[in-house]
């Protein structure tokens, strides 16, 4: 079936240094990616998403490209803020069913 | 901007107790999603429709019922409330099915079931 893998539960930084954030998915369909974010105590919201392989999409200095090769859309920042600490969700939708798929989140801490 | 909404915020009851989480959109929505998260599950779907009447089920359904009765309205019903039920619920709203559209979340009902 469909699902999403983030490997890191857990990455904290130093402020102004870049970051990575892994997700890979599986479906036999045509995908749909999608980066969510949630600061503390508040509601997840899209942050970036993408269907077109090898297309970097990019939003608030975030960005991400889906790979179709490599089932992956990891998402990336060249210098990440205090402000950058928060939770953030992969998921994946397919054409197969009328739902989506979260990953389990990666929690980002930014230290000063 | 979409505009879902949830009551209550916080919520305690007791082992076996009744419980309503309620959802509410304004944006003409046909797809509506209930989830919970729990520390290192990330956000898992409980149940899901598609318009007023339907239901779906979800990847955790045991213990929860769910109706949807109107467009706008879908509620969550713990009939017996379990200590293993504790936990941040979030309601959300989409456009339409999966594919490339966002979902839009509520701020989220804390439950705590002792």
């Known amino acids: 079936g469909d699902s999403v893998t983030q490997t890191e539960g857990l990455v904290t930084l130093t402020k102004g240094l870049p970051v990575m954030l892994n997700c890979t998915y599986q479906t036999t369909y045509s995908p749909f990616l999608f980066w969510y974010v949630q600061h503390l105590n508040e509601a997840p919201k899209l942050l970036l998403k993408?269907?077109?392989?090898?297309k970097r999409t990019e939003h608030q200095g975030f960005y991400a490209t889906l790979h179709k090769s490599s089932s992956s859309f990891h998402l990336q920042k060249s210098s990440v803020q205090l402000s950058d600490s928060a939770l953030y969700f992969c998921?994946?939708?397919?054409?197969?069913?009328?739902?989506?798929?979260f990953g389990d989140g990666t929690q980002l801490v930014v230290k000063p | 901007e979409a505009a879902v909404t949830q009551s209550p915020r916080n919520k305690v009851t007791v082992t076996g107790g009744n419980v309503t989480l309620s959802c509410r959109q304004t944006n003409s929505h046909n797809y509506m999603y209930w989830y919970r998260q729990d520390t290192g599950h990330g956000l898992r779907l409980i149940h899901y429709s598609y318009g007023a009447g339907n239901l779906q089920i979800g990847d955790v359904p045991d213990g929860y019922k769910a109706t949807r009765t109107t467009q706008e309205d879908f509620f969550l019903l713990l009939e017996l409330a379990s200590p293993s039920q504790t936990s941040l619920y979030f309601c959300?709203?989409?456009?339409?099915?999966?594919?490339?559209?966002?979902?839009?979340f509520g701020p989220g009902t804390r439950l705590t079931v002792l």
């Open positions: 993408s269907s077109t392989d090898n």
């Open positions: 959300a709203s989409s456009p339409d099915w999966g594919g490339f559209y966002e979902q839009y």
């Open positions: 998921a994946l939708s397919a054409n197969s069913n009328n739902r989506i798929f």
